[in-house]
């Protein structure tokens, strides 16, 4: 293997970048008080690189990952993990995406490691326990579907994109998951599980020379897979605003979520854009929680970017939501969401709303750096999102050299007259 | 007042929590449930002449935040702020505590937004609305039976005087604990803290009617229903009062929790989700580990599993008598040597960070909950025999006795209910 890089992450951290000829990167991030490791596998693959018939395949796939392989029985790699004093064992997918991850002591990394290469690429994917853990995801969408919120998103992402995959939810539809089969699962795993779509991150206390080639012995025989694919051109850009409406029968309250188009992750604006969603409600005295929450509109407001913390790598959204109290209805907050950003458009961003942003920005994201996996999500993250491991400690340390003034030109640009998303959830009349 | 401390090097951010034992949300009184989180809301919306806005403005832009932690026997006044601005930011902390406004016009303003966002957060979670009917079930109307943020008539009820008078309250009770996490040293925070920390003059609270109180527990089974109609999965809470933290038999307590339903390689997890497909998940635990119920006395041993509600027929009844098996016939050597392994293992995380280090001193000093050193805990579980497990299950399980709280479609579960073994009540709770 090569040793790519050398980085010292937020001058503290020591990070080691290697690569293997079959594609497979690696970062070892030395945590000096640390007593144990994080161990985190991000695949290159997301519910972005299903086909149109099989949304949530990828999802499906990921549970897939902890069942059997030609060597462990099914069960074996759980009890395994726990066994050797793993906590934490789980995994995500999102949009472009899937990651695993699992905190165990350093003394069991050899174990971790042999578990996570042998079923990156020896699964053994039996008709019978894909159909045991249909079950299992069909329970888990189910769950999703009693909930509210999951109604508001899937709306919102319906609304937001037309072409582009993150229109779909990431969980997929029941009538496609009902049907997933052994020649479904064996193709995605084939197509997208292989060391050179994938990136390994261990942070914590260990022995840097003896993990190394733990990890040379074990990935470094795989054979390459297929290249990834290429990511799906975004959508053109709203031509007009854009409305929708749903409701809940188990509600009471409405909500709204008030959105416009911006651009991916790494381009020059998105340090300035993070700024003004904390200018708009980073902390009590920000202008929207003021005019929402202070004036007895709602209960909650947030503003964000949705990239890479929403692992969006594509072209992304930027977001106002507001849970509203009881009786009042969403117009009125879209109405104070404009009132405000016509208040900064006319006016500028006053300077103690920038301070209180950058600061407030900078105490959450200090306070979000406590754990070797954050660390290791920090780095592997944005190693698949956009091919930089130090892209998060960049946009940190852009956001200190952001103006007023910059913000005020995002503002312009993104809000001037820029056609809107609106998403409405209200009460379904007569439920209860 | 005792301090307590941790350093996270390399983090600028010092969090304070002034601990102050002896109250918390179980000494509301009734019909008052949510008076203590209303006066905590309330306490950091303006203080010595500065408005919500004039308060939380200075301190939002020195990066530093003011918050509450509400537990069932205690409080937590925090602070959290860039370590750069710490002076300053305790400054408006102290001004906080011994000059709160408790201004009317914000009372009523966070009193429609708390009785709304609870409203909210119920609607959101039927995992909460079901839980909730089963702590209240348990503890048959005891303080220890609702949650922290109260009740919505409670919070509807309490008048801003009552909350005024309440908060001297919160210092007359036990010794008062600093707990700090900081990269600053412990002189440092002792020095700049600790000595301009006083606290102002504290009120002993009426003793309360619940003090030592045992909840009697139903001859045999009972189950409350939960009707709602049209739910995709149902929620199902078994349980019944088992054992506190401070049992001498707790390490075994924590096998049979591990052993039975804590993770992935756990009874039920394998055999209701793993071998059947019924459910995304199934768990269990002792609330007196949770820390949602006072540590040091002895609580509920709960059971939760959420099935599609097309395979509650076949979950619920192998939900209990799963549980009925592991009473009756124990657990095998072999899970025995397994769970063991886990928990030894696992152990250096209790300890992997200074949140947590920080997290364990604060249990010893307001539990006399004391963890033990990695070879004092694997010495007690290396001792534990299946003979040992079996004596515990047996003198502290009763699932002949368990109290179970099924959410979902009441045609479909009575029947289901009535079925059950054991089974001596089968009533109707209406959520309000």
Redesign the interface.
Known sequence: MELLQEHTLLGQYPVRHYRWPNGLQAFLLHNPISPVAAYLTHYRVGSSAEADHERGLAHFFEHMMFRETARLRDGDFDRIVAECGGVGLNAFTSYDTTAYHVNVPAAALERIIALESDRMVNLRLSPDLIDKERGAVLGEMHMYQDMPSEQLWNTLMAAAFDAHPYRHPVIGYVEQVSAFSQADCTRFYEAHYAPNRAVVVVAGGFDEAAVLALLDAAYGPLAPGAPAVAPVPPDPPWSAARRSEVFHGKISTENLVLGVRTPGMTHPDLPALHLLAGVLTAGRTAPLYQRIVLDGLGTHVSAQVMDVDFQLASPGLFTCEVSLQHGVGAERAEAAIEGVLADLLAGGIPPADFERARNQMRLGFFSGLRTNMSLARMVGGTAVACDDPWFAEAEFEALSRVTPEQVHEVLERYFGSAPRLVVTQRPQAGAS | MRLIHQR??????T?LSLLLPGTGACRDPEPRQGLTRLLLRLLFTGAGGLS??EL??RL??????MGHGLGSDHVALRL???SD?LDAALELFLLTLHEPAFAEEEYH?LQ??L???W??ER????QLRAYEVYARTLYRGAPTGYQADGLEAGLRATTVAEARAHYPRLFGQGEPILAVLSDLSREEVARRVGERLKLPPGEPLPPSPWEGFAPEEPPQRRVVIVPEA????DEIFCGAFSAGETDPDWHIHRLIALIFGG???SRLF?II?????????ASCWYEAGQGRRPRNRVGPFSLYT????E?TARALPLLVSLYEELVAGGVTPEELE?AR??L??????L?????KLLGLEIEEALYGVVTDDEATFRAKLEAVTPADVARVLRATHHPERATLVLLGDPARLEPLAAALPGVGQVERVVYP
Do not use: I, W
Not at chain 2, 60 to 65: C, D, S, V, Y
Not at chain 2, 344 to 349: R, Y
């Open positions: 996270t090097p390399g983090v600028p951010v969090s919500n806005t939380n403005g939002e832009r020195l990066g530093a935040t959290t702020t860039l601005n303003r429609a937004e009785v709304s966002g409203r909210t609607e959101e979670s039927k049209g739910t995709n999965t993770d992935m390689n394998r989700r793993g071998e059947n497909g019924f459910s995304y998940g959420f099935p599609s509600a395979h397994q392994s886990a030894a293992n696992s152990h250096p995380f300890r992997d960070t200074p949140q």
